[in-house]
Structures are given as C-alpha cells and as structure tokens.
C-alpha cells in the first residue's frame, strides 16, 4: 500500500505535540475487507531537535459502501470524529484520540490516523470486564441522556432509531432462514426453533415494548472486538454503525455477538444490572419493569445465527452456532445478579 508521508508527519507531529521533520515507517494489516482496511504503522520518528521517537499509529482506509437501510454509514466515523462527540467522553469509556482526518471526494475515500491502543480484546475479555463495560456504557449513554449536550443535535449523519427493526423484518422476509426453521429438513434443536418462531409470533407486541425504553445514541457495534481494554479504562473502536436506539441495544451486542459462548448466560445474569446502575446514575429507571434485552438479542442475532448455521461447511462451526442459539434459550428463565 501506498503512504501519504506527509500525512503521516503531520500525524505524528499531533501525536507528540512537537515538530516531526522526518520518519520512516512499516506497515502491517490489522484488519480489512472489501471496503476498508485497517493498518498498525510503526517506525522512528525525528524531531527538529534530533531527537529520535518510536511510535504506533494505526491508519483506517475506508471506501464508499452501501450498508443495507443506512447508506451513510461508511463516511459516518469521519462525520463522527469531525465532530465534537469526543468531548462526551469520559476516562473509562472512550474512543481512540484521532490525530489527523482526510477525505477525498473524488474517490469517495476517508483516512484516518488514529490511536494505538495495546490491550484486552475480543475473547480474553473477562466476565469481570464485560460486566465493567456494561457498567461504562450505561454511565455515558445515561450522562448523554439527561444532558443532552448540543453536538448530540447537531450530528446529521446517524443510523434511525428503527434500524434495529428493520434489519430483524429484512432477515424475517428471507426465506432462506424463515422457510429453513418451519421446515422438516431443519437440523436445529426443536426448542431452539420454538424460540425463534415464538419471537416472530410477537415481534409487534415486542417492538411495542421495546420502542416504550428511552431513546439513546447507540454504538451498534458494541461487541468484544471492538472493545480494547487497558489500564482500567475501555477503548471502544469501530463507529460507523452509531446513531439513536434504544435502550439495551448494545448490551445485547456485548452479550450474544460473538462473545463468550460458555459464559454467556452469566455475562446476561451481570452485565443487565450492571448496565442499569450506570444509566441511573443520571436518569431515574425505577420505571422500567422490562428491559427487553434477551428479546433485543433474539430479534437481533435469532436469524444471524440461523443463517451463519445453513451457510457452514464445518461441523465445529455449526456446533458453535447451536451452543450459542442454546445458551440464548438458558437467558429467559434465569435470574439476574442484583
């Protein structure tokens, strides 16, 4: 790939608060798709003064995509960090300090030189962690909540609050899935395929339900990947799925996508009451008999989960699949941790 140097000077030059004269520089892939990719940039900077300074810097590359009900999702993150949303932040919640933004109108392209950040993520995550950013997350989403701070009404390019429940009636129109649990040839558990059908029976009771909790700004993306955490404080990567939800929607992402698979139901038993003290801390919730949050994370990944189980090859990934669909099933009758 091709670095833009004096992008990269001009990075490092905010990065160390000083005058950065020249640097040289390699280049790994972190992670990346079709439409973007992520890069950790490492190498020794000088100062005007010859001072030599290693660094890290990770550089994100994102292309103009079309994401299925939110076509401006792929340049939201530029949006994002163009804005003032990086001053509703706290210590223990936040995200990677952008040191410098490009965009190129021409080829529809972003970049951005970010934070590297060196911490827990994905499946090292702890319970204890889980339950720790479950906490974090209600603190800011309740603190933004009872606030409402100015940058929160002037950010125009955030996904709908009925994001959710389109994406769920998208997947449910799909007869790959929907026909696939009604039908003799289906494979999974005859309880697993009860509890599906059964929230599509009541989804409108549901979403009732659901659209009755506070409407709050949304990761969307809330999962153990994009959490990094280190020296006790949470690092939260990956916005471009942000905008308004509703209350519980990322706590069910922390929980069912991808996580922990064996301690799901414990994560579920702690990180709901854990969640719930942080947004109380500014906002009354004693109103709230009825958090939605296993129905929130059956709407959400019950057909995900279904579909990732037809599309395998493995019997290790199909297996998992069902461990996950199964450990969903335990949530409902499980008492919370208060």
């Known amino acids: 790939m091709n670095i833009e140097l004096e992008q990269l000077i001009y990075a490092l030059n905010q990065r160390f608060k000083t005058n950065i004269i020249s640097t040289d520089f390699q280049t790994t892939p972190l992670q990346g798709g079709t439409v973007g990719n992520v890069y950790l940039i490492t190498g020794i900077a000088e100062t005007v003064d010859g001072e030599k300074l290693p660094y890290r810097i990770v550089l994100k590359i994102q292309k103009k995509w079309e ?37 190129n109108a021409e080829d529809n392209e972003y970049h951005l030189w970010l934070e590297y950040i060196d911490g827990v993520t994905g499946l090292d995550l702890t319970s204890d962690m889980y339950e720790e950013a479950a906490l974090e997350l209600g603190r800011f989403q309740g603190k933004l909540y009872e606030e409402q701070p100015a940058v929160l009404q002037s950010l125009t390019n955030l996904s709908h609050p009925d994001f959710m429940k389109n994406t769920y009636l998208h997947y449910r129109s799909w007869p790959v899935v929907y026909d696939y649990i009604r039908s003799n040839d289906c494979e999974l558990p005859l309880h697993v395929r009860q509890m599906l059908i059964g929230i599509d029976e009541k989804a409108d009771e549901i979403f009732t339900r659901i659209e009755k909790l506070p409407l709050v700004l949304c990761h969307r993306d809330f999962w153990v990947t994009n959490l990094i955490y280190a020296k006790g404080k949470f690092a939260l990567i990956d916005w471009d799925t942000s905008g308004w939800g509703y209350l519980g929607e990322d706590l069910a992402s922390l929980i069912a996508d991808e996580g922990d698979i064996d301690n799901m139901v414990e994560n579920y038993q702690r990180c709901i009451p854990a969640y719930y003290k942080g947004f109380s801390e500014y906002v009354d919730v004693s109103r709230i008999t009825d958090h939605c949050v296993y129905e929130i994370i059956l709407l959400v990944f019950g057909y995900r989960l279904v579909e990732g189980y037809i599309h395998t090859e493995t019997y290790d990934e199909k297996t998992k699949y069902v461990h996950t669909l199964q450990k969903i099933y335990e949530m409902k009758t499980k008492p919370l941790m208060v």
């Open 67 to 103: 994401r299925y009900g939110d076509p401006g999702s792929w340049r939201r993150e530029y949006d994002l960090y163009s804005s003032d949303l990086g001053s509703t932040f706290s210590q223990a919640l936040r995200w990677p300090i952008c040191y410098h933004s490009e965009f």
